[in-house]
């Protein structure tokens, strides 16, 4: 059974950093990425990283977000700096199952960046 859990949200003054954690179990996973959806806005990807390193980060958070994986953990982590009001969001962890390609969802935690 897959299961995906999240940690480290919070709230935090502008210009600060927090760090989120994603403990991974139940399978290997191809790409393990961090999602974010906003108050009346559809989800989008914030960062994600492939089983071979390669990372994808959204415009948005280029230079103030690093994505990282422990592969012995199972675990991908969200480094976010500088943080500004419209990082705002949940942040959902994604990753897809590297043999039968389904993807799974964490349930979500809670980033509230004040100004």
């Known amino acids: 059974q897959v299961q995906l859990v999240e940690s480290g949200g919070g709230l935090v003054q502008a210009g600060g950093s927090l760090r989120l954690s994603c403990a991974a179990s139940g399978s290997i996973f191809s790409i393990m990425g961090w999602y974010r959806q906003a108050p009346g806005k559809q989800r989008e990807l914030a960062a994600s990283?492939?089983?071979?390193?390669?990372?994808t980060y959204a415009d948005s958070v280029k230079g103030r977000f690093a994505i990282s994986r422990d592969y012995a953990k199972n675990t991908v982590y969200l480094q976010m700096n500088s943080l500004k009001p419209e990082d705002t969001a949940v942040y959902y962890c994604n990753a897809i199952d590297l043999y039968s390609r389904v993807g799974y969802w964490g349930q979500g935690t809670q980033v509230t960046v004040s100004s």
């Open positions: 990283i492939t089983k071979s390193d390669t990372i």
